[in-house]
């Protein structure tokens, strides 16, 4: 039996979309989440940072920690939450629809109130319900691919997810450091780019109706059946057959973004302390931008490639490949020549993943149902500080050295854990 002919988890417990999507459609889903990134890009890689230094320039580290660690929270927290609702709701507008653009409203409104905060408390305050909004948008906007989308395609809207995360960071710096460089102008701006951008993709294409849930009438059959209700149950074996796939798809997804993020989190660090460099700001700014192009190309060119060849598989475990390779050149080679091509690796590599994993993931979904659920669960786990805690413990007692040797390990476990995935090729 060939891969093209294994049975998947989709085709047997899942209605899977056979209409083509539109160039239009494709356009106006990525601007979507082009407004997502906005929301979730900036804070973390520099508007949080900066907040802390104003509000409290004593405490900033500890405030901007804080702060970013509660988002975090909140997010692993309400995402699953928001997910099992989404899939359980019927509004007329359309369930995935109507919780994109609450999950909008929720995140933009508080968000352009953030920076006029007097003190860091408030701004806690406001940045916990920006996080709630956040996983409202993330969780039906991830599961509009499943549900709208044909296999053939997924690639190329996976693709709509990872290349506007590039433009958001790199356009929304520009405009933050250079454009609006006043504290509260920037959030509030920030907010109203972030609220316009999904509203072509969620007022302009209507969702398809949610098709009818077996399992809920199986439950309804099971409570006057007591022979229903016995076979309703599924033990422990028949959900960890049903969630293999998924459950390998998330462990991938974990670990080879937990490896990226040691990768550029420490990269401030690697060049001033590791390489000594004088200026290690223009230099970490330096490598972004090269990291963000080739990060662009390679989400691009994935996801076109996989949905042509009908590949997942290989094309997630060559991007850890070559994020493993980055890694590695850090760590044996620590020169600033080697630290561009390192980028160029890390941004091709990422880039390929943020597509195709994307991708893989909802192909092997296993159940309509339960879409958002699924999806929110495997997304929180994405948000565990793992990266963090591993460069914490490897730092407290080694170097940089040992760092970016055992994220290689992560990542190129990650793509490992790929090919345990049975249903997809």
Same mark, same amino acid.
């Given at each position: 039996?060939?891969?093209?002919?294994?049975?998947?988890?989709?085709?047997?417990?899942?209605?899977?979309?056979?209409?083509? +999507?539109?160039?239009?459609?494709? $356009?106006?889903?990525?601007?979507?989440?082009?407004?997502?990134?906005?929301?979730?890009?900036?804070?973390?890689?520099?508007?949080?940072?900066? @907040?802390?230094?104003?509000?409290?320039?004593?405490?900033?580290?500890?405030?901007?920690?804080?702060?970013?660690?509660?988002?975090?929270?909140? =997010? &692993?927290?309400?995402?699953?939450?928001?997910? $099992?609702?989404?899939?359980?709701?019927?509004?007329?507008?359309?369930?995935?629809?109507? $919780?994109?653009?609450?999950?909008?409203?929720?995140?933009?409104?508080?968000?352009?109130?953030?920076?006029?905060?007097?003190? $860091?408390?408030?701004?806690?305050?406001?940045?916990? =319900?920006?996080?709630?909004?956040?996983?409202?948008?993330?969780?039906?906007?991830?599961?509009?691919? %499943?549900?709208?989308?044909?296999?053939?395609?997924?690639?190329?809207?996976?693709?709509?997810?990872?290349?506007?995360? &590039?433009?958001?960071?790199?356009?929304?710096?520009?405009?933050?450091?250079?454009? +609006?460089?006043?504290?509260?102008?920037?959030?509030?701006?920030?907010?109203?780019?972030?609220?316009?951008?999904?509203?072509?993709?969620?007022?302009?294409?209507?969702?398809?109706?949610?098709?009818?849930?077996?399992?809920?009438?199986?439950?309804?059959?099971?409570?006057?059946?007591?022979?229903?209700?016995?076979?309703?149950?599924?033990?422990?074996?028949?959900?960890?057959?049903?969630?293999?796939?998924?459950?390998?798809?998330?462990?991938?997804?974990?670990?080879? !973004?937990?490896? !990226?993020? +040691?990768?550029?989190?420490?990269?401030?660090?690697?060049?001033?302390?590791?390489?000594?460099?004088? !200026?290690?700001?223009? %230099?970490?700014?330096?490598?972004?931008?090269?990291?963000?192009?080739?990060?662009?190309?390679?989400?691009?060119?994935?996801?076109?490639?996989?949905?042509?060849?009908?590949?997942?598989?290989?094309?997630?475990?060559?991007?850890?490949? @070559?994020?493993?390779?980055? %890694?590695?050149? @850090?760590?044996?080679?620590?020169?600033?020549?080697?630290?561009?091509?390192?980028?160029?690796? @890390?941004?091709?590599?990422?880039? &390929?993943?943020?597509?195709?994993?994307?991708?893989?993931?909802?192909?092997?979904?296993?159940?309509?149902?339960?879409?958002?659920?699924?999806?929110?669960?495997?997304?929180?786990?994405?948000?565990?500080?793992?990266?963090?805690?591993?460069?914490?413990?490897?730092?407290?007692?080694?170097?940089?050295?040992?760092?970016?040797?055992?994220?290689?390990?992560?990542?190129?476990?990650?793509?490992?854990?790929?090919?345990?995935?049975?249903?997809?090729?």
């Amino acid at each position: 039996m060939t891969a093209d002919a294994l049975p998947t988890a989709q085709t047997s417990a899942a209605a899977i979309p056979q209409k083509a +999507v539109s160039q239009g459609w494709l $356009w106006t889903f990525g601007l979507a989440w082009l407004g997502f990134w906005l929301l979730v890009m900036l804070p973390g890689q520099f508007m949080l940072v900066r @907040l802390a230094s104003a509000l409290d320039p004593a405490e900033k580290i500890g405030v901007g920690s804080f702060l970013i660690a509660e988002m975090a929270i909140v =997010i &692993v927290v309400s995402v699953p939450v928001i997910g $099992w609702l989404c899939d359980r709701s019927s509004p007329r507008f359309g369930r995935r629809r109507t $919780w994109a653009l609450a999950g909008f409203v929720t995140a933009t409104v508080p968000f352009a109130l953030v920076g006029l905060q007097p003190s $860091w408390q408030p701004a806690a305050a406001l940045l916990a =319900i920006v996080a709630v909004g956040q996983s409202a948008a993330l969780v039906s906007l991830s599961a509009m691919i %499943a549900d709208q989308v044909p296999p053939a395609q997924r690639g190329r809207a996976s693709a709509a997810v990872g290349v506007p995360q &590039v433009i958001a960071l790199a356009g929304g710096m520009i405009i933050v450091t250079e454009l +609006v460089t006043d504290l509260g102008w920037s959030w509030a701006v920030i907010a109203v780019l972030a609220l316009l951008a999904p509203l072509p993709f969620l007022l302009c294409h209507r969702e398809p109706a949610a098709h009818a849930r077996p399992a809920a009438d199986a439950r309804a059959a099971a409570a006057t059946d007591p022979a229903a209700s016995a076979a309703a149950r599924p033990g422990i074996r028949s959900i960890a057959r049903t969630y293999h796939d998924l459950g390998w798809a998330g462990i991938s997804r974990v670990l080879v !973004n937990a490896g !990226n993020l +040691v990768g550029t989190t420490y990269l401030l660090y690697f060049l001033s302390d590791s390489l000594g460099l004088a !200026n290690p700001e223009s %230099a970490l700014t330096a490598l972004i931008l090269v990291y963000l192009v080739a990060s662009g190309l390679g989400s691009w060119a994935g996801g076109a490639l996989s949905d042509r060849l009908r590949s997942r598989r290989f094309f997630v475990a060559a991007s850890a490949g @070559l994020q493993v390779a980055a %890694a590695l050149t @850090l760590a044996l080679v620590p020169t600033w020549t080697a630290s561009i091509a390192a980028a160029v690796l @890390l941004g091709v590599g990422y880039g &390929v993943f943020l597509s195709v994993d994307q991708a893989l993931l909802t192909d092997v979904l296993p159940d309509e149902t339960t879409r958002a659920r699924d999806l929110g669960i495997v997304n929180s786990a994405q948000h565990l500080p793992i990266a963090a805690l591993m460069g914490w413990l490897v730092l407290s007692v080694a170097g940089y050295t040992e760092l970016y040797i055992i994220a290689a390990v992560v990542m190129a476990l990650g793509g490992i854990a790929v090919y345990r995935i049975r249903s997809v090729r």
